[in-house]
């Protein structure tokens, strides 16, 4: 038995067997070979492309029967490339004349293709080359002799344990069989965490090499609550985390009689809690938990699993799925397509940015490719008859860029008048305000908005500089860095100023650590996944807004973060009875 420490990652505890999934950072060995050897190579290389074949057809009659025909095409498209004969030519001749291996071989001859496809004008062959490197790595796992895993594999119960996995990746995954997540990588606000909470699914990230401590088939325990992963526990530890989690399932079933209560101070200050979602079923569990709406609809994950790129009839549906779900009196806010980063569409970016963080995101994708973004508004707009849409622009920099969303805004609504196309006239438009720019001049965007809505997971990732994915600094990522809450204040204060509701999206807003702070500083709407509605409201209605305006003015003459940690922490662990096993 062996503990190991992580990030919590997502609340929870799962006790089962690991699904080792091992396909990603394939290293190609290089070394020269002997003009005779050069048969035995495209030998290997035959070997190991049939052995792709059958695992490609078993993978196609498997989809079949689980999803009919909706994945069948991309299988479809992978066969093809396996068999494409020039390929092979291209193969051999770089073996026979530059005296390499095969797997150097491939990788050189599919680098190529590659580059080709990106350098072509036609979109269809540029959206491609995820599907070559796809089924290039399929055949260099069997040229290596190595078990590549896939996710489709998971038929039972299992821990995943992987050294990354994507959001795009989550989303696939069969959710009733992943029982927890254990992580060499990820940061608590990554979008694989965010996703793990959102389906509640508990997870134990920045765990380093765990995919080097366990094999598939063993037994571990991920707690999300505390960040822990014990390997191969003893039948007395296993006991003791049944007897945990059955604890925290009664804990979680008692929140559940807070639902209908307002979020209220015990002096009568009221703030809205509302859910953030990834994808529309998440309205059940959202409404399950008491949200008063939606503080952010990620809109993006319509648009991240491989091979599905959401039209306008489709996003309209999504959306008015979500509208209809949460009935005509409750906001619902839709956040425009927010790529880049750990979120890359894989038909359309190619994730080859030196700096994907500060690079071709949201907005900027959504202004240089205006079919999608106008697209996405008309959805929008169409989806407005249904209930009170708000539309959320996110990683807004600059009163520029806003302008510009604004005027594409104005465009297609006059486009929806022309056409006779009903929508809410007087539809709420916000902004997401999580780069420091805009956070330094808030009080001029609050003059051309309705709302604001504080994307702290961006807002402390530029403020600090921290990748928020990478665990190896993840010990700089501080919500309270007296920097952060300075802007969070500013922010607040400007939006009030020019009359505005002020409302977090970040994953700060569903801290319990922070609620108290977040009310005595103002916030109007915290939006969180839809699991951690309940604990937030007990807190808020445990406390007074005068005490929590006290703690601000105590914390914000505060010069280190650890001593504000320090100092909330035991100011929260005086009042409020948390959770302890
Ligand atoms: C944020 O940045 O705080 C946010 C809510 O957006 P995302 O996590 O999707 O970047
Ligand atoms: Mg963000």
Not at 1 to 19: D, E, L, Q, R
Not at 70 to 95: G, N, S, Y
Not at 149 to 171: A, M
Request: charged letters at 30%; proline letters at 4%.
């Amino acid at each position: 038995m062996k503990t190991i420490t992580g990030i919590p990652g997502s609340p929870g505890i799962a006790i089962g067997k690991v699904f080792l999934y091992t396909n990603q950072n394939l290293k190609v060995p290089v070394y020269p070979i002997e003009e005779k050897e050069a048969d035995g190579e495209m030998e290997r290389l035959f070997e190991a492309v049939e052995k792709t074949r059958n695992d490609l057809q078993e993978l196609k009659e498997r989809s079949k029967k689980q999803n009919g025909e909706k994945d069948l095409e991309i299988i479809e498209t992978h066969l093809m490339i396996l068999d494409d004969p020039d390929l092979a030519d291209q193969v051999r001749k770089e073996v026979s004349q530059q005296l390499v291996n095969a797997e150097r071989a491939l990788e050189v001859v599919i680098s190529r293709t590659v580059e080709a496809l990106e350098r072509s004008a036609d979109e269809y062959l540029k959206e491609r080359t995820m599907d070559f490197y796809d089924v290039f790595n399929r055949v260099m796992h069997h040229l290596l002799y190595l078990e590549r895993t896939t996710l489709y594999e998971i038929q039972h119960q299992v821990i995943l344990v992987s050294g990354t996995l994507l959001p795009s990746e989550v989303l696939t995954l069969n959710k009733t069989y992943v029982k927890g997540f254990a992580l060499d990588a990820g940061g608590k606000t990554s979008h694989t965490a965010i996703l793990a909470r959102s389906f509640e699914i508990p997870a134990v990230l920045g765990l380093v090499d765990i995919t080097s401590q366990v094999s598939s088939g063993d037994v571990i325990i991920a707690d999300g609550n505390e960040g822990k992963v014990i390997i191969r526990p003893d039948r007395e530890t296993i006991e003791e985390y049944v007897t945990r989690l059955t604890k925290w399932e009664s804990h979680e079933k008692k929140l559940l009689e807070l639902h209908e209560l307002p979020a209220v101070t015990t002096d009568g200050h009221r703030v809205h809690l509302r859910a953030n979602l990834e994808i529309p079923e998440e309205v059940e569990s959202a409404l399950i938990h008491g949200a008063e709406g939606v503080g952010l609809y990620r809109s993006e994950f319509l648009f991240l699993k491989p091979g599905e790129i959401a039209d306008e009839q489709e996003q309209y549906e999504a959306y008015a799925k979500v509208l209809k779900g949460m009935g005509s009196q409750l906001p619902v806010t839709v956040r425009t397509i927010d790529v880049g980063g750990d979120k890359v569409i894989p038909e359309l970016q190619v994730s080859d940015e030196e700096n994907p963080i500060l690079g071709w995101r949201a907005v900027r994708f959504c202004l240089s490719r205006r079919d999608i973004f106008r697209t996405q508004l008309k959805a929008m707009l169409r989806a407005s008859v249904h209930g009170q849409l708000r539309i959320m622009f996110p990683m807004i920099s600059g009163i520029e860029e806003l302008e510009d969303v604004l005027n594409e805004l104005d465009e297609v609504k006059q486009e929806c008048r022309e056409q006779e196309i009903p929508f809410d006239e007087s539809i709420q438009i916000g902004t997401m305000i999580e780069v420091p720019a805009a956070a330094l001049i808030s009080d001029i965007i609050a003059q051309r908005v309705d709302f604001f809505s504080i994307g702290t997971n961006d807002l402390i990732q530029y403020t600090i500089a921290v990748d928020r994915g990478n665990e190896k600094i993840a010990y700089l990522y501080q919500p309270f860095h007296p920097g952060v809450l300075r802007f969070i204040r500013m922010i607040i204060d400007s939006g009030h100023k020019a009359g505005i509701p002020v409302g977090m999206c970040g994953e700060m807003a569903g801290d319990p650590l922070s609620t108290v702070l977040l009310l005595g500083l103002g916030l109007d709407e915290f939006s969180m996944s839809p699991a951690a509605l309940l604990e937030v409201k007990r807190i808020i209605r445990s406390v007074n807004l005068h005490e929590a305006q006290e703690l601000v003015d105590d914390i914000m003459e505060m010069q280190s973060y650890r001593d504000i940690n320090t100092y909330v922490r035991k100011w929260m662990n005086e009042r409020i009875k948390f959770f302890k096993y």
